[in-house]
């Protein structure tokens, strides 16, 4: 395999420094699943932690350093889910924490942003504009910006979730990680090629925010003017080079969903596995939902990546009264 920006043994060591309440999350087949998909389904649960989401690994290596060798203020932009890790691990080391969001972003993760005592700054924009303006303030202020996917310690946090899997590859077939910015596909996708290279990795989009598959079917940075999806957690329109340059080395294709198979994956998700998630954690089931016949008879793991949702939203999609 030719080399990405990860490395394996510091993708080990990270195991060393991230908080034990993000490791080695519950991974088990939910065979009541199974006959609606037609195939078996193993679940990578990365939501029983205190930030409901996967993106903690990640955040844990950046305030480790941060409150190693400084400066000890930090500045994100963020859907919700990487603000909210940001403020976890930064508040337990005593750091200073920003983050950018827009003004749009799901009101329940903008709240526990506050409630983790990181300062908000929101924007009338998408991703995209916050991007920018946590670039400014890092610029003005002279403190560390992270960029989620471009910060190789958000990969590598990431990448512990494979490590897991690998464990597993003696019976898994398929990989299906839901993609964004790139982070957990680079970082997953990087360690499954490293350790269990059978074990086919595919990504998973919004056809709504399309961004990096076409990137990835092109091979080369493909950008879009807007987003239209309820997978906000994945909602990006500029794919980030290095990034994408990564996935090509580690992803075995890239798929897109329609809205309405996201919906469905959610609500199987919870009349089957008992689990309330958001929408871009729905992705691996909406892929089977959407293509029967090339998982049939297959072994999946889906990666459940988040369930930090809008609850009066949520009880529409999934149809709750």
């Not at 990578?44 to 989401?53: D, G, Y």
């Amino acid at each position: 395999m030719q080399e990405t920006r990860l490395d394996t043994a510091r993708i080990r060591a990270a195991r060393q420094v991230i908080d034990p309440v993000f490791l080695d999350t519950p991974l088990y087949r939910c065979e009541a699943l199974e006959p609606y998909l037609g195939c078996a389904v193993s679940v990578k649960l990365e939501t029983a932690n205190p930030v409901r989401s996967f993106k903690g690994r990640g955040t844990e290596l950046v305030a480790s350093e941060l409150a190693e060798r400084g400066p000890r203020a930090v500045v994100c932009a963020s859907a919700g889910n990487l603000g909210q890790a940001l403020a976890w691990s930064g508040r337990g080391r005593g750091l200073d924490v920003t983050v950018v969001a827009s003004r749009h972003a799901t009101v329940a993760k903008l709240d526990r942003i506050r409630a983790l005592e990181a300062k908000l700054e929101l924007v009338d924009g998408d991703h995209e504009l916050a991007r920018e303006r946590a670039a400014d303030i890092a610029r003005a202020d002279g403190i560390r910006l992270v960029e989620d996917s471009l910060d190789i310690e958000t990969c590598e946090g990431a990448a512990t979730i494979g490590l897991e899997l690998a464990d597993a590859a003696p019976y898994v077939d398929t990989v299906l990680i839901a993609l964004g910015g790139g982070a957990m596909a680079t970082g997953v996708g990087h360690v499954m090629k490293a350790l269990a290279p059978g074990v086919e990795v595919i990504c998973v989009q919004p056809l709504g925010a399309p961004a990096m598959t076409r990137s990835w079917h092109e091979r080369r940075v493909v950008t879009t003017d807007s987003i239209a999806t309820i997978a906000d957690g994945v909602a990006g329109r500029c794919p980030i080079p290095e990034v994408l340059a990564d996935l090509l080395l580690v992803a075995d294709d890239a798929v897109l969903v329609e809205e309405s198979s996201i919906v469905t994956g959610m609500r199987m998700l919870l009349e089957h596995a008992g689990l309330v998630v958001e929408p871009s954690a729905a992705l691996g089931i909406a892929a089977v939902l959407e293509n029967r016949d090339r998982f049939a008879g297959r072994h999946v793991a889906t990666i459940v990546c988040g369930s930090n949702v809008d609850m009066a939203a949520y009880h529409r999609w999934v149809g709750l009264r």
